[in-house]
């Protein structure tokens, strides 16, 4: 089997002679054609390219320092040890560009792997280990340029943020690119430690997006916002360059700030945009500014000077798209969007992958049919709000281990956590005389919308870390386009000081392109709950006006459930103009969810999908697993998909350092490379992808907390042929999947 990629060389050749004729005054057949000139895809601009030159930062972790992949740091910088924290500003109030962009890269690196020693970081993966799994690159510093351009739709308020990176390791005559949209709600260098890593390694360009979502922190009090590279100013002065600012009038501005001091808004929560309908588009127009960079870089000069030839594209260079997370939904969604042939192979790692339907096909385990899957997110997520911290109760559910970490677990909050499972029976909404009883009804329901066995003791940490909470305030507000002044279902977003709302810290604000990962998680605002009894509070604080104790603000959590099913959580009348939330709010999320879903069909490119099999924040029998089958049932056997399910794994590589986590995980990150360099292979030299299979590691086990250090054994290679046990296919319509 041949690749047009084994051919590049002779096809970069042929280009440039083209180019020359076309150039001549005749041509070389007498043809007078002038070339193709590059010009920046429609909706970008282009802000500049700058060099980084791998300089490391000084031994005392103050110099600054750059290169593309590590910002300076090396795998010294980024590795978990006593003194991980950030690099010092040199001025904390008014951090400069390059220092945000330095702590950026590694907040954003740490936040995707497991950082520790034993864990495998350094050893296994991390910049110092080559493609080939060997420790070659010394401190993996990666010289090179990068060009930042932003994306609008003509409003000023779509703004996507996109840099391309260019290792001086790239080959002109094998030109790749890989394109990796963020994570989560990650700002640009949300990619960076997965798709980055691999991408520049291999001297591919990376285009790197936050594919409209990001820090982009608004401050209702001062009017300040993110610019473009992460510094902070007002929305006047800060101009084009702006992020992202709250689309309302200073006069409602000032209303709002009466009622609700201290409050800030959030750019995937509050853009009105509903920024993952175009993820996918985004991706496409990431990887088409990257093939501009390229040839702004290395295309000949036109005779008349005014700009550069297209030595670089679609035909010629090989383009991956490539991310974990919402990164790969987005992955997903520009394989479907991908009429042109822009994209040759997707790498897809946990993505929140959302099936437009659930019929036509079916999902088994064991041979035995799974009776719920292929809920969105929405869905999913607003049943996990209710009931998650009733089930975490139960006795199957029981986080033994005491984390190392304070915040992680719901064990300082057994009260709270037992006034969820009281009041949710006195609404009727579980079952049982007992606590033990009601936080086994309330497991069950998860059970129900799609979680298993595998995740019943993450759902405390999840819960506890306020995942399901988060999800379902900044989605809610999301996928319904409301404006941050709307409260939906009573929540607002601010820092937190004894729990109630403040004002921000102005280091804590002038830091947060770097230290934030664009959700309500803390860091720096949290969820707000403004409707509990005696005056707003953190949600884990909340006291419901339905029930006059603290449940962890019940009353949002039905109200947020109502908003998806468009019928009161507790009754199942349906909503009207008069209820709590409105028809009319929840016929506008039901919108905004339907403009997500993913159509399953991959139009041919060869993919790989990756999932843990213990992911207990995007349950695999909902997304890739119901994913898996979908696209099946649409591309029949035309289908180029291999899904990969990872025993021992789940969704945070970063909980596998924590004390209980680090016994019984492994870290998914590893088969993440694997798998891009599969794909490279196939996609290079016409190596078949690996099958789909359920890959059956080896969990490190030892005692929590001092779990062994993980081996090469622990985390075996995919399998060519891998055994009847476990090989996934399909039975009838269903996908079959080994127990």
């Known amino acids: 089997m041949h690749s047009k990629f084994e051919t590049r060389t002779v096809t970069v050749v042929a280009v440039a002679v083209a180019l020359l004729c076309a150039t001549a005054v005749t041509g070389c057949g007498g043809s007078s054609a002038a070339p193709e000139v590059n010009t920046l895809p429609g909706g970008i601009t282009d802000l500049g390219v700058k060099a980084y030159r791998a300089t490391a930062i000084g031994a005392a972790n103050t110099a600054v320092g750059q290169d593309l992949l590590t910002a300076g740091l090396g795998k010294s910088g980024l590795i978990n040890t006593a003194a991980a924290t950030l690099v010092a500003y040199a001025d904390p109030l008014s951090p400069t560009a390059d220092e945000l962009r330095r702590n950026a890269i590694q907040s954003n ?6 950082n520790t020693a034993n864990g495998g970081f350094g050893v296994l993966y991390g910049p110092n280990i080559d493609l080939a799994g060997k420790n070659t690159l010394g401190e993996g510093l990666v010289p090179g340029l990068e060009y930042v351009g932003v994306l609008d739709d003509g409003t000023g308020r779509k703004r996507v943020t996109m840099a391309v990176q260019i290792p001086d390791s790239f080959d002109v005559n094998a030109p790749c690119v890989v394109v990796g949209p963020s994570s989560g709600s990650r700002g640009v260098y949300g990619a960076i430690g997965t798709a980055g890593d691999w991408g520049l390694k291999r001297g591919c360009a990376v285009a790197l997006t936050d594919a409209g979502k990001g820090m982009g922190l608004y401050d209702l009090g001062d009017d300040t916002v993110h610019r473009i590279d992460g510094t902070r100013a007002t929305r006047a002065v800060a101009g084009t360059l702006s992020n992202f600012a709250a689309n309302i009038t200073d006069a409602t501005r000032a ?28 991706t496409l127009a990431a990887a088409a500014y990257a093939l501009y960079a390229l040839n702004q870089q290395y295309a000949p000069t036109v005779t008349n000077g005014t700009g550069k030839t297209l030595r670089f594209t679609a035909a010629n260079t090989m383009v991956i798209a490539a991310s974990v997370s919402n990164g790969g939904a987005a992955v997903l969604r520009a394989a479907e969007l991908d009429t042109t042939g822009l994209l040759d192979g997707v790498v897809a790692g946990e993505p929140s992958a959302q099936p437009a339907s659930t019929t036509g096909y079916g999902v088994q385990v064991g041979g035995v049919p799974v009776a719920s899957y292929g809920k969105s997110l929405m869905d999913y997520f607003t049943v996990a709000n209710l009931y998650q911290p009733c089930a975490a ?24 956590a037992t006034n969820r499972c009281t009041q949710l029976a006195a609404k009727g909404l579980v079952t049982g005389a007992t606590l033990a009883d009601q936080a086994a009804d309330a497991l069950v329901k998860l059970r129900a919308a799609g979680w298993t066995s595998d995740n019943d003791t993450m759902h405390n940490a999840h819960y506890a870390l306020g995942n399901a909470v988060i999800i379902s305030m900044m989605y809610t507000n999301a996928y319904g386009k409301f404006a941050v002044i709307d409260n939906l279902c009573g929540m607002s977003a601010a820092a937190a000081t004894a729990g109630a709302p403040a004002a921000m810290a102005a280091a804590v604000k002038a830091a947060s392109f770097a230290t934030g990962n664009g959700t309500v998680n803390g860091t720096p605002a949290t969820v707000m709950y403004n409707d ?25 959590a039905l109200c947020q459930r109502a908003l998806f099913t468009g019928s009161d959580t ?35 490119k060869p993919t790989l999908m990756l999932a843990g099999r213990s992911d207990a924040l995007l349950p695999v029998n909902n997304s890739e697993r119901a994913y898996a089958a979908y696209n099946r049932s649409v591309e029949g056997a035309s289908s180029k998909l291999s899904y990969i399910e990872v025993t021992n794994a789940q969704h945070f590589d970063t909980f596998n350092s924590l004390s209980g986590f680090d016994t019984r995980f492994v870290p998914l990150h590893i088969y993440f490379v694997q798998a891009m360099n599969a794909m490279y292979a196939n996609l290079k030299s016409g190596t078949a992808l690996p099958p789909s299979q359920v890959v059956r590691t080896t969990a490190r086990g030892g005692a929590p907390g001092a779990a062994p250090a993980i081996t090469a054994a622990n985390v075996p290679a995919f399998s060519a042929a891998p055994a009847a046990t476990d090989a996934i296919g399909f039975s009838g319509t269903s996908l079959s999947v080994p127990n």
Do not use: C
């Open 109 to 114: 690196y740490r936040g995707l792997v497991d």
């Open 255 to 282: 209303v709002y700030n009466t009622a609700f001091p201290n409050r800030v808004a959030l750019k995937h929560a509050h853009s009105q945009m509903n920024p993952e309908k175009d993820w996918g588009n985004d």
């Open 393 to 416: 109760m139960a006795v199957s559910a029981t986080l033994a281990e005491v984390s190392v970490y304070n915040y992680i677990g719901l064990t300082a909050q057994t009260t709270t």
């Open 532 to 556: 509990s009894v005696g005056g707003s509070k953190s949600w884990n604080l909340g006291v419901s006006p339905s029930t006059g104790v603290a449940d962890f603000s019940l009353d949002a």
């Open 570 to 604: 507790v009754t199942g009348v349906a909503l009207t103009v008069a209820t709590t939330p409105t028809k009319a709010q929840s016929d506008a999320v039901r919108a905004g969810v339907t403009e997500v879903l993913l159509n399953g069909n991959l139009r041919g």
